[in-house]
């Protein structure tokens, strides 16, 4: 008796890349935080800079939105790390586990700030005309909170993601070197302005820290941009693309 070893067919001509759509939904994920985080931080201005902001008209709606944007910001954060963890664990798996731990991190400590603005919201709609100054104090330490979050979130843990990803993409060289390498120098920039922030030498939104903050932020978006677009570069940590034109047994 002869036994056939089943084989795999398709339509010539094509060629199958298992690892394309971890790029391309990790690189609309990094995209979408830029959307989400940037118009967020404009739309949640009014209760971050008035600080009568529980007893006054306010901005509800407006403020809501940057609410809801800022989820989104966290949400997408940790979507990219997860659709990268498959492919970038061949090349160092605890640091790939180490990214997504991180990501996990930033948007946890994200909306804890999200959900501080939003009790802010809920003591102004339910102010009755009672104690305006203990409201206040309280509205404004919730706010506080936040701003502290923005900084131990968003302001703190791209560090860990740059050095974690950024040397695991430039070992593997999925993406050209020059875009990790970027994030690599922008780490320890972003991780002086924290320490500059914490001990109060520069303000948290300040030209100082913008400087220190853009390298890293030109990392995120370009990383984005390329595995958006552009995939991964073939490498030893991929698989091997297979062609519809051969039939493997």
């Not at 979408?32 to 940037?38: E, G, H, R």
């Not at 339910?126 to 104090?137: C, M």
């Not at 903050?213 to 991929?238: D, H, I, Q, R």
């Amino acid at each position: 008796m002869t036994i056939t070893a089943p084989t795999t067919t398709a339509r010539a001509g094509t060629t199958t890349d298992p690892m394309r759509n971890h790029a391309r939904a990790a690189g609309i994920f990094y995209l979408l935080t830029f959307v989400s985080s940037i118009p967020a931080l404009i739309l949640i201005g009014p209760i971050l800079n008035d600080p009568n902001y529980v007893t006054s008209a306010g901005q509800d709606t407006r403020v809501l939105w940057g609410c809801l944007l800022d989820s989104v910001n966290a949400i997408t954060a940790v979507g990219s790390a997860v659709a990268l963890y498959p492919v970038v664990k061949r090349q160092n798996a605890s640091m790939a586990l180490g990214f997504v731990t991180s990501r996990m991190l930033e948007a946890a400590v994200v909306m804890i700030g999200v959900v501080s603005l939003l009790a802010v919201v809920t003591m102004r709609q339910d102010f009755t005309g009672g104690d305006a100054t203990s409201l206040t104090v309280t509205a404004n330490a919730l706010v506080e909170l936040r701003n502290w979050t923005f900084l131990f979130g968003p302001g703190l843990m791209p560090v860990f993601n740059a050095l974690l990803l950024g040397t695991l993409l430039y070992r593997s060289r999925l993406v050209p070197r020059i875009i990790p390498t970027v994030g690599l120098i922008g780490a320890p920039l972003l991780f002086a302005a924290f320490i500059a922030t914490v001990f109060g030498v520069i303000d948290q939104v300040s030209p100082v820290a913008f400087l220190l903050t853009v390298p890293l932020a030109a990392w995120e978006l370009s990383v984005g941009v390329w595995m958006t677009f552009k995939g991964f570069t073939p490498s030893p940590v991929l698989p091997t693309v297979v062609s519809d034109d051969t039939v493997p047994a």
